[in-house]
């Protein structure tokens, strides 16, 4: 559910945010002014069309790239005015991000996969200590029996689980996803959403880039991105939210 009601801070404040990506025909802006302010706990979908600009506008929040106007402020950090080495590492403390390539070391065991960014941030003590929390994350993505096992020796829907315990491993506030569920199938996808939506029920924040209208129905805020700009941001409430439960449930 949204804090914004209760008068809360932003966590993610975002303005005049501008992308331009160099390119032999001339600067193509992929990101043409966004402003947006995003609250401690919610769950936002951004929806479009190929090609609109939600990896770019993920990838700005995740600090993953840099935008070439404008500012991004999360938790209080202006993060567009870190240096190169600075952004890295407070990217590795302070959001989780998670794709729809999953972007597992392969040659790493799924626990080793989770144990890396704990290992970048020179978090959580040994590796034995660092193991170990990776194995509690691994259960509560609900994997925990394949901690030991290469990602190649487990379902797509099991590797995207790694992923977003990878996410969680330095404990962040907030994750950024794109496309998550893009390349598993609908019952997984569901099953990896549902853990989406545990986390926010634990208080984390999530924006997630994503094609699904059904899972996006299910989310607490939507947000629409046409030729790099939002051009609507609809907010879903809890009583929206339980009649669709209801009807969801009156269908089933
Ligand atoms: N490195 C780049 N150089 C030039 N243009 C780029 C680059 N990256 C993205 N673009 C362009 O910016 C626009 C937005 O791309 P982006 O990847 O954000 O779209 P998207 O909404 O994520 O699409 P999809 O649903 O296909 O993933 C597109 O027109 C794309 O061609
Ligand atoms: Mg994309």
């Known amino acids: 559910m949204s804090n914004r009601s209760n008068g809360s801070e932003p966590l993610i404040v975002v303005e005049g945010l501008k992308k331009a990506f160099y390119t032999p025909a001339g600067d193509f802006y992929a990101l043409k002014g966004i402003d947006l302010q995003i609250y401690p706990g919610e769950f936002v979908a951004l929806l479009g069309r190929s090609g609109a600009g939600k990896s770019t506008l993920i990838n700005m929040l995740a600090g993953i790239d840099r935008p070439t106007a404008g500012g991004i402020s999360i938790a209080g950090q202006a993060v567009h005015k870190l240096s190169e080495a600075r952004l890295t590492r407070w990217r590795g403390r302070e959001v989780g991000v998670v794709f729809q390539s999953f972007q597992l070391m392969p040659m790493l065991t799924c626990a080793q996969n989770v144990m890396l960014p704990m290992d970048f941030a020179g978090r959580y003590g040994s590796p034995r200590q660092q193991y170990a929390r990776a194995c509690e994350l691994l259960a509560t993505v609900d994997i925990a029996e394949h901690a030991d096992k290469l990602p190649a020796a487990v379902s797509g829907g099991q590797r995207q689980r790694v992923a977003i315990a990878r996410a969680l491993a330095n404990d962040p506030a907030f994750i950024a996803a794109d496309e998550p569920t893009g390349s598993l ?68």
């Open 185 to 252: 199938d609908s019952r997984t996808a569901d099953a990896v959403f549902a853990v989406f939506q545990q986390l926010v029920a634990a208080g984390k924040t999530i924006f997630m880039a994503t094609h699904d209208r059904e899972l996006a129905s299910h989310v607490t805020r939507v947000l629409r991105i046409e030729d790099g700009l939002i051009v609507e941001d609809l907010q879903l409430t809890a009583v929206q939210g339980e009649e669709r439960q209801h009807v969801v449930e009156m269908e089933a």
